[in-house]
């Protein structure tokens, strides 16, 4: 196991090809943490994502890394986590979004004629 948090950045990104860097809010992730880690685990699988610190501005909580093994599980994740019509960045940091997205809603099965 890792040490402390630069170890822990030194393995995600030997291991993750990928990664993208959140911002976190001033109250903190909230509840959004225990979502969002059950989203990685149910898309990623439990040993296919790492999260660590990614202090910006000399602050060590203000952002947070999340490596992805596949770009286009990054990207589902910032779709469905990050703010804005079109997501965007403030100075290469995705901003989480303050609203839950909205649930799928399936449609009824139909039979043809």
């Known amino acids: 196991m890792p040490g402390n ?3 822990m950045i ?17 109250g903190g992730l909230g509840q959004r943490h225990s979502h969002m880690t059950a989203w990685l685990d149910e ?8 999260m660590a610190p990614s202090g910006m501005r000399g602050v060590f909580n203000d952002a947070v890394s999340i490596y992805f093994l596949d ?28 609203d839950e997205p909205a649930p799928r809603i399936g449609t009824e ?3 043809t004629p």
């Open 71 to 98: 770009a286009t599980l990054a990207s589902a994740f910032v779709v469905r986590w990050c703010a804005g019509p079109r997501v965007e960045t403030d100075r290469g940091v995705f901003r989480i979004r303050n």
């Open 43 to 50: 898309n990623c699988g439990a040993d296919g994502w790492a």
């Open 5 to 7: 948090s630069r170890d």
């Open 10 to 26: 030194t393995i995600a990104e030997r291991r993750f090809p990928v990664r993208i860097r959140i911002g976190v809010p001033p």
């Open 109 to 111: 099965l139909h039979m």
